[in-house]
């Protein structure tokens, strides 16, 4: 791998798991050596991704996961992951969204991340089939002056689609297909389970791969969030081909091979890092 010492966790982390899914499965005393960490460590590291349901821990090491996931976590358990991921993912795909112009949410954590950054954001319309998102949104309308609350000028103006109520706080199914089917948006920003070249988008929910396909069709502009752990994780339904991304949006602990696999099919891959000012931006086109 040669690595550095002083990769942060998540780092680590991302480099364990691309080693896993190359190489079909690692042992403790190979990652050690390779990382130039402790046995411990990289317990711990295991640990962490065996919580995250990325690998399954066998004796002396760990192994991939079946490719084909079709358990779908709540919202909740899903918001506990990738936090700081999350943030600066959202912070940079924030970006992407211009004043007065329509955008759509697909449900899920990141996208709701991302609506916090959003709402200062003047006249935007907002389509979204996620309560969650929906609701930061529905928070932010209003704020109090000297006489008690009123509408907040420039609130953006937000369209819930309706829809059946997935595990993970979406709404999916034919009303909310048909009410996205009936508009256009500038920008759609769209979380996934999983992101891989042969699979391409993917989720554990038939229902949520149809309503998304229906948002990818209704965009004009494609822009995927996920993490790093998205990376090579395949879900039961494929919604898009990654020739239909328009940008992808990842973390910094995204290795660096797979960087470069995206870079050569996507037109545009953004990496936010915390520590850049304020994102570290890398597009395939330079």
Do not use: C, Y
Request: charged share 25%; hydrophobic share 45%.
């Amino acid at each position: 791998m040669g690595v550095n010492q002083n990769l942060l966790a998540e780092q680590r982390r991302a480099l364990i798991l691309d080693e896993i899914r190359r190489r079909g499965g690692a042992r403790v005393n190979e990652l050690t050596r390779r990382l130039n960490v402790s046995d411990m460590t990289v317990r711990r590291d295991l640990d962490a991704l065996a919580r995250q349901g990325v690998v399954e821990k066998v004796h002396g090491g760990a192994v991939p996961v079946a490719e084909a996931t079709t358990h779908e976590p709540g919202f909740e358990a899903k918001s506990a992951l990738e936090l700081s991921a999350k943030q600066d993912i959202a912070r940079a795909a924030a970006r992407m969204a211009a004043r007065g112009s329509a955008i759509a949410l697909a449900g899920g954590t990141t996208a709701f991340a991302l609506a916090h950054q959003l709402v200062d954001i003047p006249d935007l319309t907002v389509v979204t089939n996620s309560v969650r998102v929906a609701d930061v949104f529905h928070h932010a309308q209003r704020s109090v002056t000297a006489s008690g609350p009123a509408a907040r000028p420039g609130a953006a103006t937000v369209v819930l689609t309706g829809g059946v109520r997935t595990p993970s706080d979406t709404l999916v199914g034919p009303v909310a297909d048909a009410a996205i089917r009936s508009l256009h948006f500038d920008v759609l920003f769209i979380g996934v389970h999983g992101i891989s070249v042969e699979a391409g988008l993917s989720t554990p929910n038939l229902a949520e791969a149809e309503t998304n396909r229906h948002f990818v069709r209704s965009a004009r502009r494609v822009v995927v969030l996920a993490d790093h752990t998205k990376w090579g994780t395949v879900g039961l339904s494929s919604f898009a081909a990654l020739e239909e991304v328009d940008a992808l949006v990842t973390d910094a602990g995204l290795p660096t091979r797979a960087r470069a696999e995206i870079a050569e099919r996507l037109p545009e891959l953004v990496v936010a890092d915390a520590s850049a000012d304020p994102v570290d931006v890398r597009r395939s086109a330079e």
